[in-house]
C-alpha cells in the first residue's frame, strides 16, 4: 500500500519525528521504537533519540499504562482483560500493566460497568430476550474484557428482574 517511509540521517530528523508523533497520541517504549526502527537502519541512532525521550520525560510506559487503563475503563467502558490485551499487544512491560489495572480498579466498578453495558443492549433488543440474544450478551461483554462471574451474576441478575412472576391458579 505504501512505500517504505523515507530514511533519516540525522537524530536532530529523527527527534523530531517522535515529537510529531507523540503530539498525535502517547506512545509505549516499545511502539515508539519500531516507529523510528521504520525510519532509520542506523541502530544507535535510535538508542540515542529514545534516551533523549526518557531523559526528557516524554516517554514512560508506566505512565502511559496509567492513562491508556483509566481512558479506556472510563470513556470506552471496557473490562481490565481487554485493557491488559491491548497494553501487552503495544508492547507494555507485565509490571506496569498490573500496576495500572490495580489503580483504575480502585476507582471503577466492574459489576456497574456491566450492568450499564447490559442495559444498554437490552434496549437496542427487539422483542422476547432469548437464549441466542443472552449468548451474544455474554460474548460481546467477554470480549469487551469484563471476568466471566461477574458478566455471569449481573446477566442472571438482570434476566431475574425482567422476568414477571406469574401465579399459578
Known amino acids: 500500500m505504501f512505500g517504505k517511509p523515507r530514511q ?8 523530531d519525528v517522535a515529537l510529531r508523533a ?5 506512545h509505549s517504549v516499545h511502539e515508539m521504537k519500531k516507529k523510528l526502527e521504520r525510519r532509520s537502519d542506523n541502530k544507535l541512532l535510535v538508542q540515542v533519540v529514545m534516551a533523549r525521550l526518557k531523559e526528557n520525560g516524554l516517554i514512560d510506559d508506566a505512565r502511559y499504562a496509567k492513562q491508556f487503563a483509566r481512558q479506556r475503563t ?11 490485551r491491548d497494553l501487552r499487544a503495544r508492547g507494555v512491560p507485565d509490571k506496569h500493566i498490573e500496576a495500572a489495572l490495580e489503580e ?4 471503577t466498578d466492574e459489576s456497574a460497568m456491566v450492568r450499564q453495558r447490559i ?5 437496542s433488543y427487539r422483542g422476547e430476550i432469548d437464549e441466542k440474544k443472552m449468548a451474544s450478551i455474554y460474548g460481546s461483554l ?22 414477571p412472576d406469574i401465579d399459578p391458579e
Open 8 to 15: 533519516l540521517e540525522t537524530e536532530s530528523e529523527m527527534y
Open 22 to 26: 507523540l503530539t498525535r497520541r502517547a
Open 142 to 163: 467477554l470480549r469487551a474484557g469484563f471476568s466471566a462471574d461477574v458478566v455471569r451474576r449481573e446477566l442472571k441478575a438482570v434476566v431475574k428482574e425482567d422476568v
Open 119 to 123: 442495559e444498554r443492549k437490552l434496549r
Open 74 to 84: 472510563e470513556s470506552r467502558k471496557q473490562g481490565k482483560f481487554r485493557v491488559a
Open 104 to 107: 483504575t480498579s480502585k476507582s
